[in-house]
């Protein structure tokens, strides 16, 4: 969809590198790397995207979020696709007021200015979402994804453009080197897979390593974690050192010193884990299981 030219603004071809740069003179605004501004610049890959989402299939009722819009690429595509409501989180102020004009005239584009981590939650309570999108900025891409299901945003899928290196780490399998504290967090959360990855080259400016786009089904309520909070904290110790066994790691957490080292072995134990085990050889399920017994034995204390 191209821009809808008024008298200031110039007219965005979604796809052309001189475009964007001639958007970003108007604005006066130039690229910032640290907030992963490289844009899509793509149609095939957006089209890709967003058939991946699967909008026909969603029957619940609720707007689509997508995070990180940039200059509107994908929520044009969006509104196009569908006639829900499409909100937008976006950091850059520049781009907030660029994704006004552009959209002006939709009265189903709420475009929410500020870090989508701070912004979101209050809008999840309201008025949840049915789907999530974004080609994330890779520099908090992790942050933004493990905000998004610690919090347990009840939508039926997410699906996000990453780094390579960190969807590996969102699909890690057991006892391989991605596979980590995040990732436990993450796969006890939702289902996730892999849909395929882009060159650096459909992206404007063109990133040095490639990208992959990831499917995640939230499954908040066939994995109960009663609190996000001790889970955290226990992975936290048992990942403190990938190499020591988990009797030295653990053995250094509150839970060893409140319950006494044997004690929580023996509840490591009856989880289906062992303390001479390293902290990347146990599933996603045993530390759960872990982690809500010792959330009952912790219950009220800090
Ligand atoms: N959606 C556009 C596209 O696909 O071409 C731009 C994607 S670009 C990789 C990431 C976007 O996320 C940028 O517009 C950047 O300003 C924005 N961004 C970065 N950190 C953010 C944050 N914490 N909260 C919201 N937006 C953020």
Known sequence: MALVPDANTPI?????????????EHLGAGLKKRWGQNFLIDRNARRRIVET?????????????EIGPGLGAMTALLLERSNRQVVVF??????????RERFGNSERLTVVAGDV???????????????????????????????????????????????????????????????????????????????RDFPGGCFYPAPRVSSSVVKLQPRYNTRPITSVAVLQELLQGAF??????????????????????????????????APERRPQELSPEVYRLLANKLAELFAGRR
Not at 53 to 65: K, T, Y
Not at 130 to 143: D, F, H, I, T
Not at 251 to 260: H, I, K, P, Q, Y
Request: aromatic content about 6%; glycine content about 6%; hydrophobic content about 40%.
């Open 240 to 273: 403190a050192a990938r190499r020591k066994t988990l009797r030295n790691s653990l053995g250094a957490t509150r839970f060893a010193t409140v319950l006494g080292r044997s004690r929580l072995e023996e509840l490591l134990r009856a989880a289906g884990g």
């Open 53 to 65: 989402l699967g909008l026909e299939a969603i029957q619940s009722e609720g707007p689509l979020w």
């Open 117 to 195: 981590c701070d912004t979101f939650p209050p809008l999840s309570a309201q008025h949840a979402p049915v789907a999530v999108l974004g080609n994330l900025p890779y520099s908090s891409a992790g942050r933004i994804i493990g905000a998004l299901l610690s919090l347990g945003v009840p939508c039926e899928r997410m699906v996000f453009t990453t780094q390579r290196e960190l969807t590996e780490r969102l699909v890690a399998a057991p006892n391989t080197p991605a596979y980590s504290a995040f990732t436990v967090m993450c796969q006890l959360r939702a289902d996730i897979r892999r849909v």
């Open 12 to 24: 965005v071809n979604d796809d052309s590198p001189r475009d964007i740069q001639r958007t970003l």
């Open 90 to 99: 976006e950091l850059d102020y520049a781009f907030v007021r660029f994704l």
